[in-house]
């Protein structure tokens, strides 16, 4: 583990302790040894068992298995649910409670949040209605263009592997 | 010929699955329009050319620049474009003359234009994890320029409001085409949101080119969790909250949508993304 990553996961516990709520698995799938896909499994979680959530990272949260012996590590947010009366209450959605879980308390886990703000200003609609064409700046954005070829270079730098996948259906 | 615009008509009373004729009243369609529009030769379907649809886009492009300014970094935003380039190969447009930029403003966003610029702002890009979750925002972007959703809004717009036909005038070669005119409409969209139905879309599509291009399906989910947690108050997301439908509710769909019809392998690219993402922070 890289020191950044460690310290990352030191402040998400720090964050977590706080927040720390009861839930319960939704589909069986893998508690994993870091918030990462390819990352080591723990153990393999059943629908229906109970965990308790730490953190977040991502689309992952941070769990640990209720019961002895007691099992931490990462599981994607869409196979967890809230139990008990823990969140904010307002529960309309499946999602709205484990959403109100890290509100406010976002910016302490999450890398080196939004601090070099002095000087950038915001962006309004106003601004987006009255704006006037620059095409300097257009031309200077049209010359950092890519090619298929440096496309690929980026992509074998990180491994990325293609993967043949049809679109998904609208929900019924 | 009335006879044949009948018969075209009650053809289109039957249910037709692939297209949603939205809130078309065979009541009150102009039959003598129908008539003219027929005989004129024209598909009830065709596209605005993808010239036009390059121009116009290049047009909001410029006037997006013309609000904010790229962050002045040309090691990021060659970053961003060969990212985006390499998601646009896995799609059915890999073609189109595809730009991708780093706006310089805290408000958090994106945007696409018609034909293929696109657009992440500074604001946004500070509040993502790993590369994957880029990956899902450019993607998700990529998703409206391949199903035209500001084109079409554009030449909605211009028919409501100006009565102007922006197909007929994209197809006729010698009219003038309007791009001063469309521009504006065009900005006016981004300042007050395409239709909801478009967002989802555009996030289903998003989540696929994603993990097509071997990323991590869920990093979208990832950013959307994010601007969920960050809330409506925070005034850096006020446009984007305005002009989207909640971060939530487009949780709840990617959650069913997703359900065993994406792999849950992929890459997160986190060292990569940190180094670039660094340098947003120092000012670059």
């Known amino acids: 583990m890289k020191p950044g990553n460690f310290l990352a996961g030191l402040l998400l516990l720090v964050a977590g302790l706080a927040v720390a709520q009861e839930g319960r698995i939704t589909t069986a799938s893998a508690l994993r040894q870091a918030p990462d896909p390819a990352a080591a499994v723990v153990a ?3 629908a229906g068992q109970a965990v308790t959530i730490t953190g977040r990272d991502g689309s992952w949260l941070q769990a640990r298995t209720v019961g002895e012996p007691a099992q931490k590590g990462w599981i994607r947010m869409f196979d967890v649910r809230l139990t008990g009366n823990g969140g904010a209450g ?4 499946t999602f709205s409670r484990l959403l109100d879980l890290f509100r406010g308390d976002e910016h302490k886990g999450a890398p080196g949040r939004v601090t070099s703000t002095i000087g950038i200003r915001g962006l309004t609609a106003e601004e987006l209605r009255t704006a006037r064409a620059d095409l ?4 200077q954005m049209e010359r950092f263009a890519s090619d298929p070829r440096r496309a690929l270079h980026f992509a074998d730098e990180a491994q990325l592997r293609a993967r043949r996948l049809g679109y998904l259906e609208p929900a019924p | 010929m009335r006879g044949l615009v009948l018969a075209l008509l009650i053809g289109l009373t039957q249910p037709v699955p ?7 009243d065979l009541r009150k369609l102009d039959l003598d329009k129908a008539v ?3 005989s004129k030769g024209k598909e009830a379907f065709a596209e605005v ?4 649809e390059i121009e116009l886009g290049r047009g909001m492009a410029a006037s997006l620049l013309g609000a904010v300014p790229l962050v002045p970094d040309p090691g990021l935003q060659r970053y961003v474009n060969d990212l985006g380039h390499w998601l646009a190969l896995h799609t059915e447009r890999p073609g189109l003359p595809w730009r991708f930029g780093i706006l310089d403003t805290m408000t958090a966003n994106a945007f696409a234009t018609p034909g293929g610029h696109v657009f992440v702002t500074r604001g946004l890009l ?6 994957a979750e880029l990956a899902g925002v450019l993607a998700h972007e990529i998703g409206h320029v391949l199903r035209r959703h500001h084109l079409r809004a554009v030449q909605h717009r211009a028919r409501l409001e100006l009565g102007m036909d922006v197909l007929s005038m994209a197809l006729e070669e010698r009219s003038g085409f309007p791009l001063d005119r469309l521009t504006g409409i065009g900005m006016e969209l981004y300042a007050r949101g395409l239709d909801k139905g478009d967002e989802y879309e555009a996030d289903r599509l998003g989540v696929v080119i994603a993990a097509r291009s071997g990323y991590d399906p869920y990093g979208l989910p990832g950013v959307l969790y994010t601007l969920a947690a960050s809330g409506a108050q925070d005034s850096d ?13 487009r949780l709840e769909r990617l959650s069913v949508v997703m359900a065993g019809h994406l792999p849950e392998t992929g890459a997160t690219v986190r060292s990569r993304f940190d180094r670039y993402r660094a340098r947003l922070e120092e000012g670059h």
């Open chain 1, 44 to 46: 393999y979680l059943k």
């Open chain 1, 90 to 93: 307002r529960s309309a959605g």
């Open chain 1, 136 to 139: 300097r700046a257009l031309r």
């Open chain 2, 18 to 24: 692939a297209f949603d004729f939205g809130e078309l």
């Open chain 2, 36 to 38: 003219k529009l027929i």
């Open chain 2, 49 to 52: 050319p993808q010239a036009r």
């Open chain 2, 126 to 131: 500070l509040r993502l994890w790993n590369e």
């Open chain 2, 237 to 249: 997301l006020a446009l984007m909250f305005s002009t989207h439908p909640s971060p939530q509710s």
